[in-house]
């Protein structure tokens, strides 16, 4: 090898610090422009519809079978040390705080942010994007505010259907699989779980929808080369958004429960 | 006398090593039309993004009405931006809007004009280029690509702009469609007493939208002139060129098979 492993590295650094620099940019400026007026209201709704309720089916599924899974795992564990009344608490709160935002924060980044990553990618390279400018009409106000916008006030949302689908998961195997009582299997899932669980979820689900969505409109704008640079586009943009959120993931929970 | 309408300094551009711009003096009068030719990959269509302001020149001048339009913020930009109109080169319709909503863009999403009017006024226009309201509810990749050209064409003529900017209006359609978009060209731009720059490698189309041409040879404009002086520029580049011949001062860069 000629290149030795630091020049490589270096390489890496540079790059990595570039696209870091260039991202936030873009996000300063894009929050900046969608600040203000005007607000495309239709626009907004339309992302909303697409991010929340067509991921619906999806991140149902998602959550009902975690939730399913964790109460039969956690009882084969628990079982061994008799503390499978603690099995309602550890669904909850495992789902609120951790589970139901990064599962549907990943899952809507699949769905969302590639098909996000893929349209404003196809735009920009049909001349879509420049088309606008044109028609004075800013793609940032225009295409990436509303996208943003809807991504920090539809994943919460997401994310707390996410929790009560999960939770009944939960409550079927409990019940069901598990010969759990009913009553005392909700009791135990209302009586120790505490708003910030919740809270701290939800936090994260708003963080999570901003990166999805500011990833997939990143990529997709700064998309160049027709068919091919779309698809990397496309990757980058899950990509990115999935070690995102598993990162900010950590940070956030330090935020709010380490002290 | 009043200033021209588009006046370009010493404009340059350059993609890192590749300069693609290198010095343009530039001057169109108001109700002209300016037909820049050159080949493939000269900086055609870089010329008319850096006028259109969504490509910023390295260096240079570019005034539009004798106002400084290099560095506009987005507002002034977007006051700018009324005055112009642009024909893409491949149509760039808003696929997921219907033929009208794409032609009643501007007006609507910029100059708050109501759908209904708006609707009425994009039939209108879908008409001034030949094409009946039947199509209005159509998306525009049920469209064939005359047809394509021809709503995007409504749609730059929609705010009833004082310059039109058309990039390559021909490339990619048959004889007959060509002219077809040729001919509404030369009525839009004559209808609306706009301003028009055109850029184009077919000289059929150069010759009969323009009023002044232009050729674009390595980042400079190599020669200017009315229309009817090409046939007798006394240039070598512009012989070749609108003769197509490959033999001559243009080299293609071509390797041995």
Not at chain 1, 6 to 35: K, P, W
Not at chain 1, 67 to 96: D, H, K
Not at chain 2, 64 to 74: A, K, N, R, T
Request: aromatic share 8%.
């Amino acid at each position: 090898m000629s290149i030795p492993v630091v020049t490589v590295l270096g390489r890496m650094t540079l790059a990595f610090l570039a696209a870091t620099g260039a991202i936030t940019t873009f996000a300063v400026h894009a929050i900046r422009q969608a600040a203000r007026p005007p607000y495309y209201r239709q626009q907004i709704l339309r992302q909303m519809l697409e991010i929340g309720y067509y991921s619906l089916p999806v991140v149902g599924l998602t959550a009902i079978f975690t939730g399913m899974v964790l109460a039969l795992q956690s009882y084969t564990g628990f079982a061994r040390f008799s503390a499978e009344s603690a099995i309602p608490n550890v669904v909850v709160v495992s789902l609120t705080r951790e589970l139901g935002p990064v599962l549907a924060g990943l899952m809507v980044a699949g769905r969302v942010g590639a098909a996000m990553a893929a349209e404003i990618g196809t735009m920009r390279v049909t001349e879509q994007i420049d088309a606008l400018t044109t028609l004075s009409t800013n793609p940032f106000k225009y295409l990436i505010g509303p996208r943003l916008i809807a991504g920090i006030v539809t994943l919460p949302i997401l994310v707390l259907v996410a929790d009560i689908i999960g939770v009944l998961g939960g409550y079927l195997v409990g019940v069901y699989k598990l010969d759990f009582n009913d009553t005392a299997y909700l009791r135990n899932t209302v009586d120790f779980l505490q708003f910030e669980d919740v809270f701290s979820g939800l936090v994260k689900a708003a963080v999570f929808g901003f990166l999805i969505t500011l990833m997939g409109c990143y990529h997709g704008y700064n998309s160049k080369g027709g068919a091919q640079g779309v698809g990397m586009a496309t990757t980058n943009a899950v990509v990115s958004a999935s070690i995102l959120i598993l990162t900010f993931n950590y940070f956030i929970t330090e935020a709010f429960f380490a002290r | 006398m009043s200033p021209p309408k588009i006046s370009l300094r010493g404009v340059t551009k350059a993609f890192g090593a590749k300069k693609v711009l290198q010095g343009i003096d530039l001057d169109v009068a108001a109700g002209e039309s300016v037909v820049v030719i050159g080949g493939s990959g000269s900086g055609k269509s870089v010329l008319l993004k850096c006028i259109l302001g969504l490509i910023r020149p390295d260096a240079g001048s570019i005034k539009i009405d004798g106002e400084e339009s290099v560095d506009l913020g987005d507002d002034g930009r977007a006051r700018t931006m009324k005055k112009f109109g642009m024909l893409f080169q491949g149509g760039a319709l808003f696929d997921s809007l219907t033929v009208w909503e794409n032609v009643a863009f501007g007006p609507m999403q910029s100059d708050g004009v109501v759908p209904a009017k708006a609707r009425k006024a994009a039939i209108e226009k879908l008409g001034a280029v030949g094409l009946g309201p039947e199509i209005c509810d159509l998306r525009p990749s049920e469209l064939s690509g005359g047809m394509q050209k021809r709503v995007a064409l409504a749609r730059a003529i929609a705010r009833e702009p004082e310059i039109i900017f058309f990039d390559e209006p021909t490339t990619g359609l048959d004889p007959i469609m060509a002219d077809v978009i040729n001919e509404l060209i030369v009525k839009c731009v004559s209808d609306l007493g706009a301003t028009a720059v055109s850029i184009t490698h077919d000289m059929a189309s150069a010759r009969k939208i323009g009023h002044r041409i232009g050729m674009l040879y390595d980042g400079k404009l190599i020669w200017q002139g009315p229309v009817a002086d090409i046939d007798r520029s006394g240039n070598a580049h512009v012989d070749q060129f609108i003769h197509g011949r490959a033999e001559g001062p243009i080299q293609m860069q071509v390797r041995k098979l």
